[in-house]
């Protein structure tokens, strides 16, 4: 089994930035990609970002690109999503998913593990 906690969320304006972390623990090792995605109030969920652990492949999603980073640090088992210039069309919980798939990143079912989420809110 893998862990995921989530942190770092919370209420900014726009154009601030904010980053969230995903914290994973357990069976890492059965990972191979890490990724972020949201769901907004009356809507599906949907991908953000996608890295894996060698950090050979990282994905975005075309709103995103230019304004999210994601990055990892191996050693604490961790997941970042740096999020610069946010607007409030970026408000959503947040979700760090795991998955051992080396295939379709930005599909939630490529990934087996979750998190609980972080709300991150934007306004206007």
């Known amino acids: 089994q893998v862990q995921l906690v989530e942190s770092g969320g919370g209420l900014v304006q726009a154009g601030d930035s904010l980053r969230v972390t995903c914290t994973a623990s357990?069976?890492?090792?059965?990972?191979?990609?890490m990724g972020w995605f949201r769901q907004a109030p009356g809507k599906e969920r949907e991908f953000v970002a996608a890295?894996?652990?060698?950090?050979?492949?990282?994905l975005y999603e075309d709103s995103v690109k230019g304004r999210f980073t994601i990055s990892k640090d191996n050693g604490k088992g961790t997941v970042y999503l740096q999020m610069n210039s946010l607007k409030p069309e970026d408000t959503a919980v947040y979700y760090c998913a795991a998955g051992a798939s080396a295939t379709y990143y930005s599909r939630a079912s490529t990934y087996e593990y979750w998190g609980q989420g972080t709300q991150v809110s934007v306004s206007s």
């Open positions: 890295i894996t652990w060698s950090g050979r492949d990282i």
């Open positions: 357990g069976r890492t090792f059965s990972t191979y990609i």
